[in-house]
């Protein structure tokens, strides 16, 4: 799957990298993988070396949220068995979801873009990978908007013949709540306008419920 794979279509790889990948003659993900992460960390940056180790399976962070938060915010992590069922992979996701929309309204921020990734071990046999960015109606900061288009998007990435290794959300498009344009009659703005901190009751429910899949 790997030698399948344009290195482009690896989490995080964007058009310039993907260039000055290739001036090391990498093209596809297994090229990567394959790389030296400590060389190619120091001709190009720390966050190239940790692709390399989540390529090859070696987690790099417990629970990462990365980059910088108010830029985008990351939460991601392996889980603690391979997971078939697609039940307890929404569970653990609604987390992420939830916390990273919890970091989301502490920096008085909106996202308009989520990209979330799922993946098995790339050391057993039929890696799977696969990934994808949701665009949100407005700009939000609603767990529940946030939460409902993870859960649809990860069900779009699930395969019931996979044992999956690890799941990711990221909010990649954020800007600042003041910019934000919402219709003030869309859930979110209406919910902000008259309770001033959304859905806090509510993600606190999901924490409790999947708290399991993140200790």
């Not at 966050?47 to 939460?75: F, S, V």
């Not at 498009?173 to 902000?192: H, K, N, S, V």
């Amino acid at each position: 799957m790997q030698r399948r794979t344009a290195v482009n279509d690896v989490w995080g790889i964007g058009r310039r990298l993907t260039k000055r990948l290739a001036d090391f003659g990498i093209e596809t993900a297994y090229d990567l993988a394959q790389a030296n992460p400590k060389i190619l960390r120091r001709r190009i940056n720390v966050n190239i070396e940790r692709t390399i180790e989540e390529l090859n399976g070696i987690p790099c962070l417990g629970l990462e949220e990365e980059p910088p938060a108010k830029k985008q915010i990351y939460c991601t992590r392996s889980f603690g068995e391979k997971l078939t069922d697609l039940a307890p992979i929404l569970q653990a996701t609604t987390l992420y979801a939830s916390r990273a929309a919890e970091k989301l309204r502490a920096q008085k921020s909106l996202v308009k873009s989520i990209h979330l990734f799922l993946h098995t071990s790339p050391h057993e046999p039929n890696y799977y990978s696969r990934s994808t960015v949701v665009q949100t109606s407005y700009p939000t900061d609603d767990t529940r908007v946030i939460v409902r288009l993870v859960r649809k998007a990860i069900a779009d990435l699930y395969r019931p013949d996979c044992r999956f290794m690890k799941a990711g959300v990221g909010l990649i498009e954020i800007i600042p709540r003041a910019l934000g344009q919402g219709d003030l009659f869309t859930p979110g703005q209406l919910l902000r306008a008259g309770q001033g901190r959304p859905c806090r009751r509510w993600t606190g429910s999901i924490k409790s419920s999947v708290a399991g899949h993140c200790s």
